[in-house]
């Protein structure tokens, strides 16, 4: 697993439109890996990818980092129950934001208000970069996958 970004297969985001994604998006590129994370924000909300739900624990990992690293500590992945049984799975900065997003999402419920994965201390790395890439970069990155 990559101890920058938790992630083993280092070319597995984005999951999809990968190209429309590290044409125009903004990424989070691992400085030990080298994987890309979309970190961008959505012009409309302001919200970024990691921001919305997942619909497996293995997908939220893969944006973990992305929260981390926006959030500067360790956020938690928790799961959350729908209406209709259907679990997906959120990532938080802490329980304070999960109690407000389930305050304002009746019907939405978390059994255990912990986190089911989460890392143990946050780390900065000095080769990340923030930014778009190029197209060279694109087509190397996209040829490796
Ligand atoms: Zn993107
Ligand atoms: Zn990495």
Wanted: net charge positive; with cysteine.
């Amino acid at each position: 697993m990559c101890m920058e970004c938790y992630v083993n297969e280092n070319r597995i985001t984005p999951l999809l439109n990968p190209l429309d994604c590290l044409a125009n998006h903004t990424q989070y590129i691992c400085g030990t890996c080298g994987r890309c994370i979309c970190i961008e924000h959505d012009p409309k909300r302001g919200l970024q990818r990691w921001n919305f739900p997942f619909k497996s624990l293995e997908i939220a990992k893969l944006y973990l980092r992305t929260a981390d690293y926006s959030m500067k500590k360790p956020c938690g992945i928790y799961e959350i129950k729908s209406e209709n049984r259907r679990l997906s799975y959120k990532i938080f900065a802490d329980s304070e934001d999960v109690q407000f997003y389930l305050k304002k999402n009746k019907g939405k419920t978390c059994e255990t208000m912990k986190p089911i994965f989460i890392v143990e201390e946050y780390k900065e790395y000095a080769n990340t970069k923030i930014r778009k890439l190029t197209s060279d970069e694109i087509q190397k990155y996209m040829s490796e996958r």
